[in-house]
């Protein structure tokens, strides 16, 4: 059987494995937080219905004028759940000449595993937006998170408003506001974080974040992409569970994690992919 643990692990594995792992899943999803969840744990079914609302608009009636009626008529987005795993197998030898508690390890590293999964899949739609802002033969500069934010407002989408982009496109905005061969955006604390940390933070009225879950189109540009929280979804049908089962005859137990969930583009004009080229 290839693929299994062969470094030192404790006696004591599975005391903290699941709880790594569900604690690992929750700290590093960084899109999933920021899209709708819909909880479909214990519901019958893989498919979640999304209904969505049409906008209404008010207007000026005269005295004893009777309202219009005005339809209300909800169209729907659904979401399929599939499921997600990943296993290791432990040998009995491995875990008998431990020091070192690997059992948090193997624990974290499932979590890692699927909280990955999780935002890249949710990061793969962002290429869908209808709207798409910059080229994948320039970098993103200021201007583009400004006509992003502008767009998003145009669309009434409510917000708050997020952008996630690879760091090789935030690099070109930090740089900036750090002065890096610029004109320092009139030192403000924005900048000054930005030196301090490169976390880039409020731009535009959007809090920016950067992952290199962001992936690349066909012709090789990543596509980042602001958003309000409507603007996708991310459905959960099963939460991640950790299970182990024993192979006597290989002296080994294979320790497995998995997740059923689901993700879909709700409302196209609540995003706005944001492209920019794959160098620094």
């Known amino acids: 059987m290839a693929n299994e643990v062969t470094a030192a692990i404790t006696s004591e594995l599975y005391a903290n494995i699941v709880q790594a792992a569900h604690f690992t899943l929750s700290e590093k999803t960084v899109i999933r937080p920021l899209v709708h969840n819909y909880d479909m744990t214990g519901t019958p079914g893989l498919v979640a219905q999304i209904p969505i609302y049409p906008a209404i608009s008010a207007s000026a009636v005269n005295n004893n004028t009777d309202l219009s009626n005005i339809a209300f008529n909800t169209t729907e987005k659904t979401i399929t759940a599939s499921e997600v795993g990943a296993m290791v197998t432990l040998t009995d030898l491995s875990k008998e000449t431990s020091t070192d508690d690997v059992a948090s390890a193997i624990g974290r590293q499932l979590g890692d595993a699927m909280a ?113 929280r409507d603007a996708l979804g991310w459905m959960v049908k099963r939460n991640m569970r950790v299970e182990e089962q024993r192979d006597a005859s290989y002296r080994a137990t294979e320790i497995v994690g998995s997740i059923a969930y689901g993700v879909s583009e709700i409302i196209d004009g609540y995003g706005v992919g944001l492209v920019g080229d794959s160098n620094l």
Do not use: W
């Open 116 to 228: 990955k999964k999780v935002d890249e899949d949710l990061s793969a739609l962002f290429s869908g937006f209808s709207t798409q802002l910059g080229s994948g033969a320039a970098e993103l500069d200021v201007n583009i998170f400004f006509k992003a934010a502008a767009t998003l407002r145009n669309n009434n989408a409510p917000g708050p408003y997020y952008c996630v982009i690879h760091p090789y496109q935030a690099y070109q905005l930090k740089s900036l506001l750090a002065g890096n061969g610029n004109t320092p955006m009139n030192n403000t604390d924005l900048a000054n974080e930005a030196l301090r940390s490169g976390y880039v933070g409020t731009v535009a009225g959007m809090q920016i974040f950067e992952s290199t879950v962001v992936s690349g189109d066909s012709a090789g540009a990543y596509v980042g992409a602001a958003f309000a």
